[in-house]
């Protein structure tokens, strides 16, 4: 969930307590999104999905659950799967197979 606070209708209708968790929500989002784009610079040759909360914690991530972030039905994601296959291009690829796994996105 993204919130444009620029929007007054749209920010008059909330408390604000969603409006500043809408804005944790945004900052988590750009934190793990650096975080992957560095993992994927040190790791040129893609990571395994497994591999991955791994190699975040290695980097210095702590804390961190998929779920903490919301997919776009608001619903907090199940698994790195899900969160991974939702980045946008610009941070990672995800590709299929036997396990799947991210590359480095298109900048």
């Known amino acids: 969930m993204v919130l444009c606070l620029d929007d007054e ?3 008059s209708e909330l408390t604000e ?12 989002e750009q934190a793990i999104q650096k975080a992957l784009r560095v993992l994927l610079k040190k790791n040129p040759d893609g990571v395994a ?11 210095g991530v702590k804390n961190f659950k ?6 776009d039905d608001d619903k907090p994601f199940e698994s790195w799967e899900d969160l991974l296959r939702s980045m946008p ?12 796994r991210i590359e480095k996105g298109s900048s």
């Open 17 to 28: 307590e969603q409006i500043k968790e809408g804005e944790r929500l945004f900052k988590r």
């Open 49 to 59: 999905v497994p591999e991955v909360k791994t190699k975040l914690v290695e980097l």
């Open 89 to 100: 291009d610009f941070v990672l690829t995800f590709v299929d197979g036997d396990p799947c």
């Open 9 to 11: 209708a749209a920010t």
């Open 66 to 71: 998929c779920s903490m972030l919301n997919d």
